[in-house]
């Protein structure tokens, strides 16, 4: 199979990617490289990438119609994913616009592309912050997700809706996955696990925000990429409609769907702490701090839709998979402080 695939220098994109690429596929990979943490880590995963012969890398933006649509084009796909974005949560706060132009903007030029392209299934990355504080957990996908609490995740609902009206009228397939705190080796640098893991080796404190009363579902990339790959295959249509209707989301109107990916098992903040301090072996120095503006108390995904969809669900433990991230950092760590001095 063919893939396009959007943000294959970032932190997901990279590793679907990979996984594609072992299994044979080829793949075109889309990325403008944005400074939003040190791109000397995004440069690391594309050498990674370059090793196979399957694998082209088009460096631009997604604001650049003509570019986009040269290289969408070109790899002639059958599956388009979507993960390019300016992501983070706290940033929308610093810097609005990058999520307007990157996450509106390039997400509608990619809707406009993906229309005439022919692909057999679109997929698109979405998020678990736009269940914003919904108090009712687990989050299904039929949850009211209208009251997002950052322009973030007010981008991302948007482009759900975006990407409803474009299914409905251009018969694009097409998917947007609510990920969950999505953490392991090649993480980002501006998540938790990368900043306490790199704080605690150098003797530096680690800020824990909501006095750690806050809780994620935390689901490791592995899962995270193998829920991803069989998903690729469901293609949202009639034929593949969930009979139970409380969980099902195909739109009625449009081959549309949501779906969680979350394995259902959020942990505090507290408890990822300890198990960061445990797998380093050095306890922490932790300068407990009040919730930010835009946080969200916790995420706890619903895994039901996809488990009906591929009788699948994450399931790698927070001490396993934090452990794999230490391995890795451990590893690449002359490189990393080297190159990454001054991230975020
Ligand atoms: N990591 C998580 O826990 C998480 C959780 C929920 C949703 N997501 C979503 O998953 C997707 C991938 O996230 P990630 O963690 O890999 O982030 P990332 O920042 O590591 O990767 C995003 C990539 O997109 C590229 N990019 C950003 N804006 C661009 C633009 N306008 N044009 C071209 N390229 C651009 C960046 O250079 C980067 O390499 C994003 O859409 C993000 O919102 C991630």
């Known amino acids: 199979m063919r893939y396009f695939i959007t943000g294959t220098a970032g932190f997901i994109g990279f590793h679907l990617a990979r996984r594609l690429l072992q299994d044979g596929h080829e793949v075109v990979g889309f990325d ?159 998540m938790a696990l990368f900043k306490f893991v790199k704080n605690i080796l150098e003797d530096q404190p680690i800020e824990i925000y909501g006095e750690g009363k806050m809780s994620r579902d935390f689901t490791y990339i592995d899962d995270l990429v193998e829920a991803l790959v069989r998903l690729s295959s469901v293609i949202p249509s009639e034929a593949n409609r969930v009979s139970d209707e409380r969980i099902e989301t195909l739109s009625h109107q449009a081959p549309f769907r949501v779906v969680n990916i979350g394995g259902g098992q959020p942990e505090s903040l507290m408890t990822f702490v300890e198990t960061v301090e445990k797998a380093l072996g050095q306890p922490a120095k932790r300068k407990m701090l009040p919730m930010q503006k835009g946080d969200v108390p916790r995420t706890f995904a619903s895994p039901d839709l996809l488990v009906a969809l591929t009788g699948y669900k994450p399931e790698t433990k927070l001490d396993v998979g934090v452990k794999a991230f230490v391995d890795w950092y451990l590893d690449a760590r002359s490189d990393l402080e080297r190159q990454l001095e001054g991230v975020r």
């Open 32 to 190: 403008g490289m944005t400074p939003y943490y040190n791109i000397t880590l995004k440069h690391m995963r594309n050498a990674a990438l370059a090793q196979f012969p399957a694998f082209r890398q088009v460096m631009a933006m997604l604001e650049d119609r003509n570019a986009l649509e040269d290289a969408v084009a070109s790899a002639k796909a059958d599956v388009m994913v979507h993960f390019a974005a300016q992501a983070g949560v706290r940033y929308s706060l610093e810097n609005p616009r990058a999520y307007l132009t990157s996450n509106l903007e390039g997400s509608w030029n990619i809707l406009e592309i993906a229309k005439d392209a022919g692909v057999k299934h679109l997929m698109l990355a979405s998020t678990s912050s736009i269940y914003g504080a919904n108090p009712t957990v687990p989050f299904r996908e039929t949850d009211r997700s209208d009251e997002p609490l950052t322009f973030y995740a007010a981008t991302k609902k948007s482009m759900e809706l975006m990407a409803h009206s474009y299914a409905h009228l251009h018969k694009t397939p097409t998917t947007a996955f609510r990920f969950f705190t999505v953490y392991g080796p090649w993480g980002r640098p501006d």
